[in-house]
């Protein structure tokens, strides 16, 4: 791109899906904003800067860079590392930047067994029991590829971050307005919120965007969304299905509750809760209409995967990150480099 | 020469009931480990499970909740919410890989003083088998992957 | 061995990496097309509830999460042995074929279109979509951006949010439309069909009737002879939502066509160990390497395929347009890569044909678009074409409905192969005697495999339609001797 001297903008994606570059794309005409007020120097799935180029850029020469999707492997560390020297402002954006993400869910599982799973599947022909090797002598010379850390992290896991934009992905209509209030600042026109501040969001819960009405709750029963008609106009909790909105920020307009599924709980954990998981856990406990413990134990039987549940976007990010396996398998390799 | 592990637990007592319990066991002379660190809430109901998570994940080997009777509570009924909770986070522990002796709940009331210090004295000789728990929150064990990121970001380019 | 290395490649979505070695004549000995992630969805899938692998999937790609959406509500109906009402079915493939033409749209005009509207040896600051508007006019990515809008309007409407639809249940939909929905999707799918229209137009006039374009679409560097896979409805129709698999060989002729159930008998995966992704191929005809021919299990899943593999299409403009493409090219099968950029559009009317038959449809405001299942869940199998490819989802649950087991086989991954060998065949026809001859060199070698749309593209205006390539040859010793750089 020209130098023109426009603030420089960067984007980039470590483990993730491409959800987030589309979400930013679906601003539509407000993308022309960005291409107006900016310099694009580093957008790997649009235009062609290298990781070369960015090394080359002076240390925090880039003053906006939306960095999404998780740390799964050595490449995307060090991608993180690279981007935190050369921007001014780095926004953790998306589920898997902010909290984990999807990818995160692995962290219940060792890479060893997601290997084992991948290379052993049904259709695979692999009589050599062959794993991929980060260091690969081909017949013409070493050839590498990425190697797989033990625990999935959140970007603020391995470097400081600035801003945090929650959601899977981030809501267009957010982010424009995010890009608005960056253009306006840097204008001089507004302010930034204090640094660790989570933008592009409410500081409510998805209950208070939902139109369903709300009654007191007595749970008697967890039901999965295929085995009853439930009612559009009701509490999903009230009916039985398991509902992330009590515990998750506000701010995507509760689309899933209001297009008749439960709220998965991507935006993350509510405004002052550190751990999206336990409180989710707290406000359905605390509503289950039983003081038996045989008949509660009962009752908890129609949540058959609390983890998945109660952290399926959020893991890398609660309190405990991952599971036994993954932690064994890193403090593992740990020590024996 | 080995050094026997000793067990961090920390126990969240309920102000009307457990707690008065265990100032009995004090005052009556009753010993109990002093492995437990007590944490005062008004009400076992008042138990976040985010507290309970936040200690294993610093450093405490166990956790120990403790409130009134079912039936008993001060504030009537929040001694069922942490019965509830509890229930629901053993499930979630047990997935995550974290042993469920590692967390307890205890009824106790004001006047139980020795029960409650055999329940802790109980738990603290069950988690010193246990081993323990040092779950790595922080950055501790990432160090290897840290360097090597470090190292990579060093390398001249072509 | 002296060795070309180009990293990252983008407009994959993911990463990847190429390295290209050359013998001591200083001709392509090998190239090694390297994908460096895994997530690992086949196992942490494991113990989840059925009902979240719509959305969970959803997360393999957000650019075609529609394509995972649909794959694994139909294997979760699978499952549980459920037909949905045909309500729910008609929405589902309603929304699909909305993001199928959102989809097409922007890989042709900020992907492939470039290349031709532009040419291959254009200045590298022109062969973007910024260079095709100027060419052609500012209205054309005004149309570009309202084509993407619309289509991601749909899905909203019909899968409750733009990006990660979430409506998908076992059993059918968790919504209806009302008829106020409606008639905005009917009205947004007849520009729809205008919108591919004008795209075939414009791609007739500035490729087709231009014989250096044609000449290059028609040579040999970018052709193989593969066998070539698409799902055909029962009259042997491109369908993108439903059907059967169809399997033809580099000859046209029909191999045999396979329903869900069956792909385990027909498609198996090939490991190699410098790469995180495997290699599908043809199970009856065997792994032979990187190799074409009948002989081959290599099989080919795009748009070129698709077309290959089926005997027209299931709208009058689109199977017009299809008879015309087959005249031109000379017969079926059409084995050369570049054409998959033609084939692209054809579906691309398909698709919007498909919107307004359905949009249209008395049955697709009725409210019964779901049933709730009364089997017990077992093991089902689920397959759509994903635009980049046949996406098969298989899961095993228990008795609960917990999943225990998946496999999938996604999109891109199909391509892997023949990806890999059109990089090889590229870069050994235009790299002679260790020298990179110029940046049109660099550029071949990327339409090898932008052809194939490798899961993404991106949309729109300003953003160059390129890929960063970096090729830096060194001799024996790691000296440096040429360094040439594709930039915006």
Known sequence: MSQNGKPKFAMYWAASCGGCEIAVLNTHEKILDVDANFDVVFWPVAMDAKYKDVRAMPDESITLCLFNGAIRNSENEEMAHLLRRKSKILVAFGSCATEGGIPALANLSSTREILDTAFQTPTTQNPEGLRPNPKWKSGEGEITIPEMWSVVRSLDQVVPVDYYMPGCPPESHQIAAVLDLVIQALQGKAQLPPAGAVIGAGNSSVCDECPRKRNEKKIRKFVRIQEIQTDPDLCLLEQGILCSGPATRSGCTALCPQAGVPCVGCYGPTEGAIDIGARLLSAVASVIDSTDPAEIDRILDGIPDPAGSLYRFNMAGSLLQAGKTAWEEEKHAAHNG | ?158 | MQRITVDPITRLEGHGKIEIFLDDKGEVANTYFQIPELRGFERFCVGRPIEEMPILTNRICGVCPEAHHMAAAKACDAVYHVDPPSAAKKLRELLYSAFYVTDHTTHFYALGGPDFIMGPDAPVAERNILGVIHKVGLEVGGKVIQARKYGHTVVEMIGGRKVHPCTAIPGGQSKGITEEQRKEIETMGRWAVEFAQFSLKLFDDIVLKNKAYLDLVLGDAYTHKTYYIGLVDENNRVNFYDGKVSVVDPEGKRLGKYAPSEYQDWIAEHVEPWTYLKFPYLKKVGWKGFVDGKDSGVYCATPLSRLNASDGMATPLAQAEYERFFKTLGGKPVHQRLATHWARLVELLYAAERWVQLATDPEITSDNFRTIPTEKPTEGVGIVEAPRGTLTHHYWTDERGIVTKVNLIVGTTNNYAPISMSIRKAAQAFVHNGKVVSEGMLNRVEMAFRAYDPCFGCATHSLPGQMPLEVTVRDAHGVVLTNLKQKC
């Open chain 2, 1 to 158: 020469m080995t050094e026997t592990f000793e067990p961090v637990i920390i126990g969240f007592t309920c102000n009307w009931c457990s707690y008065r319990a265990a100032d009995l066991a004090g005052t009556s002379r009753i010993k109990y480990p002093p492995n437990i660190r007590l944490i005062r809430l008004m009400c076992s109901g008042r138990l976040d499970p985010t507290f309970v998570l936040k200690a294993l994940a610093s450093g405490a080997d166990g956790v120990m909740i403790t409130g009134c009777h079912p039936g008993e509570c001060h504030y009537l009924e929040q001694n069922y919410k942490a019965m509830r909770r509890y229930q629901f986070l053993q499930r979630l522990l047990s997935q995550m890989g974290i042993e469920p002796q590692r967390v307890k709940l205890v009824w106790a009331s004001a006047a139980e003083g020795a029960h409650l210090a055999q329940e802790i004295t109980k738990m603290v000789e069950e988690i010193r088998a246990l081993g323990p728990l040092r779950w790595p929150s922080g950055d501790g064990a990432h160090t290897l992957a840290k360097e090597a990121a470090q190292a990579s970001l060093t390398e001249v380019p072509a």
